[in-house]
T-cell receptor, first 109, second 115 residues
């Protein structure tokens, strides 16, 4: 079973920020929080990851709570092309990622 | 995009026939993975490789075998395909070192239908 909990689906208006939450209350000290997304029929795509500090790259921002039990992926200005399933995963170094069903994000015009 | 190709992209086969799927990378990454994706399930790891001729089982390895004779190629074989192996198969690669050691890059997928 996945070690993270995400809402099944979310909606967002085009141009607005999309904030996708993830609970990972059992995360270990050496596990990173990874976010991937999967656009329909394509392979998953890496977005961002972090250990305990907030992270930002060209795609998104990742906010991790101080206790590391939850995180939020932020897409600052969502576009229609951001419609996808978003996966939050805790990963150490054992090579075996456990994927849940993710959050299906619909960006609406 | 990471240089990962999968072949074939689509395949229809009959129950009981052998099937081999190929994953090819041009990134010289150490780790390679095979996943399957089915409705109602997250991606599930079948097998992975941590080097040439070094492989390990994932959570759904029964009925599948793998081989890696070169860094760039990772083959997944269904010795005798069954209808339960109808799925979308994804290959992934990762460097396996440093802060991005678990960052995996995925191929486009192979859609397999076993009749």
């Amino acid at each position: 079973d996945a070690k993270t909990t995400q809402p099944t689906s979310m909606d967002c208006a085009e141009g607005r920020a999309a904030n996708l939450p993830c609970n990972h209350s059992t995360i270990s000290g050496n596990e990173y929080v990874y976010w991937y997304r999967q656009i329909h029929s394509q392979g998953p795509q890496y977005i961002i990851h972090g250990l305990k500090n907030n992270e930002t790259n060209e795609m998104a921002s990742l906010i991790i709570t101080e206790d590391r039990k939850s995180s939020t992926l932020i897409l600052p200005h969502a576009t229609l092309r951001d419609t996808a399933v978003y996966y939050c995963i805790n990963a150490g170094n054992n090579r075996k990622l456990i994927w849940g069903l993710g959050t299906s994000l619909a960006v609406n015009p | 995009d990471a240089g990962i190709t999968q072949s074939p992209r689509h395949k229809v086969t009959e129950t009981g026939t052998p099937v081999t799927l190929r994953c090819h990378q041009t990134e010289n990454h150490r780790y390679m993975y095979w996943y399957r994706q089915d409705p109602g399930h997250g991606l599930r790891l079948i097998h992975y490789s941590y080097g040439v001729k070094d492989t390990d089982k994932g959570e759904v390895s029964d009925g599948y075998s793998v081989s890696r004779s070169k860094t760039e190629d990772f083959l997944l074989t269904l010795e005798s395909a069954t209808s339960s192996q109808t799925s979308v198969y994804f290959c992934a690669i990762s460097e396996g070192v440093g802060a991005r050691q678990e960052t995996q890059y995925f191929g486009p997928g192979t859609r397999l239908l076993v009749l």
